[in-house]
């Protein structure tokens, strides 16, 4: 038996407003499965992104977060700084691995990696 990674769910206040600006920022489609309770956001090469509303926020640092790879990571950070997100660090391994760590417009970590 074996799993496939079906959905990535965020918890948030508004699914609606944050499911359309992660479609944006991936190119996905939207599904108001119960308009104002939950958006999912479906993707041709990937997991379906799920955005559920809850009455109150997640604490803390996310546990699970989504990591991007983009061959013009400077260009797509500034795009999606420009779109909204928020820059909140950046990180290395060394010089083969560096990364952007971003929050979406809710507070939800991402990071971009690339060339």
Known sequence: MTLDIAMVTFDCSDPDALAAWWADAVGGE????????????????????????????????????LDFHAADKEGEVARLVAAGA??????????EFDW???????GNAFCVAGG
């Open 30 to 65: 939207l599904n108001a499965v119960a308009p104002g309770e939950f958006v999912m956001v479906a993707r041709a090469n990937g997991p379906t992104l799920g955005f559920q509303k809850v009455p109150n926020p997640t604490p803390g640092k996310n546990k699970v977060h």
């Open 86 to 95: 928020t820059e909140t660090g950046r990180n290395s391994f060394g010089p």
């Open 100 to 106: 952007v760590v971003l929050a979406d417009p809710e």
